[in-house]
């Protein structure tokens, strides 16, 4: 059964992989700063907001998405102040690294059968769905969940730019015969888009939680009894979300959420499927509030 490591497992070819990738590795400067001063226990909300004031074009996203029906709060947030009075330091960081995941999803050469906006549309419908299940469970934490569900499959990005032409061979046999999906990714590469994510998210230094959850996704119950609830969260969305046939959905093909999931995540079977068909309209108001 797996932990929760500081880091991901060393892998030699994941290692190689984000060696060898070049855009999508590096996230925005000013995104950085964000997650280090989040995940400072000594850190304000002063030193966050010097830092996202010096960036108007981020200043002006964070407000659009705060002021959007996404939140919901009454009356107009016109600070960035009072965003973070109201939202929290964790809130405000997980909004701007959601605003700075578009660029990554275009980023790289075209690969036949993965097109990155289509991954990008397949991950806002899985972070959706999280948003929603977290608030069926009357949970506070929406946007930890809505991250997870954005970079769950951040690996398959690593997979297109560092290795078109496997990752097209994945494609031909996944279209000649579809099985699991991270059974062929093993097959071809000898690594799935979850190491690959987990490596680049490490390599980010994103939260321990959002790294175990990038790279168990599919597989949530190997991990320890307390490390798997978001993990478990983000399984049961990416099904659903492929089931409602947004964007790239080959990746949960075939995949039924189990007893043990439900569980843990602490829902029911009809609650949890009873939202399939709320998600195709969610992403297109959240596509919008995200992609401007």
């Not at 990738?21 to 030193?47: H, M, R, S």
Request: glycine residues 6%; negative net charge; contains cysteine.
């Amino acid at each position: 059964m797996a932990d929760a490591p500081n880091q991901a497992p060393a892998n030699p070819i994941v290692d190689s992989a984000i060696g060898r990738i070049g855009e999508i590795a590096t996230l925005p400067e000013v995104t950085v700063k964000i997650i280090q001063i989040v995940e400072d226990p000594k850190a304000t909300a002063k030193e966050l907001h010097t830092i996202i004031k010096h960036d108007p074009a981020l200043s002006a996203k964070i407000l659009k998405v705060v002021n959007s029906a996404f939140y919901g709060l009454p009356g107009q947030i016109s600070s960035i102040d009072r965003a973070i009075v109201l939202l929290g330091l964790s809130a405000i960081k997980n909004i701007s690294i959601a605003m700075s995941m578009t660029r990554m999803f275009r980023a790289g050469k075209p690969v036949e059968g993965i097109d990155g906006m289509e991954v990008y549309r397949h991950s806002l419908a899985v972070a959706t769905a999280c948003r929603i299940l977290t608030k069926l469970q009357g949970r506070p934490s929406l946007e930890e969940s809505f991250l997870a569900g954005l970079l769950h499959d951040l690996g398959l990005l690593v997979e297109r730019q560092a290795f078109p032409q496997q990752t097209q061979e994945i494609m031909k046999r996944f279209n000649a015969a579809p099985k699991s999906f991270v059974q062929i990714e093993k097959e071809v590469l000898g690594a799935d888009h979850q190491m690959f994510g987990q490596g680049l998210a490490a390599k980010w230094r994103f939260p321990r939680v959002l790294r175990t959850a990038i790279g168990y996704h599919h597989q949530p119950m190997e991990l320890a009894p307390e490390n798997r609830e978001l993990a478990a969260l983000v399984n049961a969305a990416d099904i659903l979300a492929s089931r409602a046939g947004v964007g790239f959905t080959a990746s949960a093909w075939g995949e039924q959420i189990s007893d043990e999931v439900l569980q843990c995540i602490n829902l029911q079977r009809a609650d949890v499927e009873a939202i399939t068909e709320q998600i195709p309209g969610e992403v297109a108001s959240t596509e919008a509030l995200f992609s401007a």
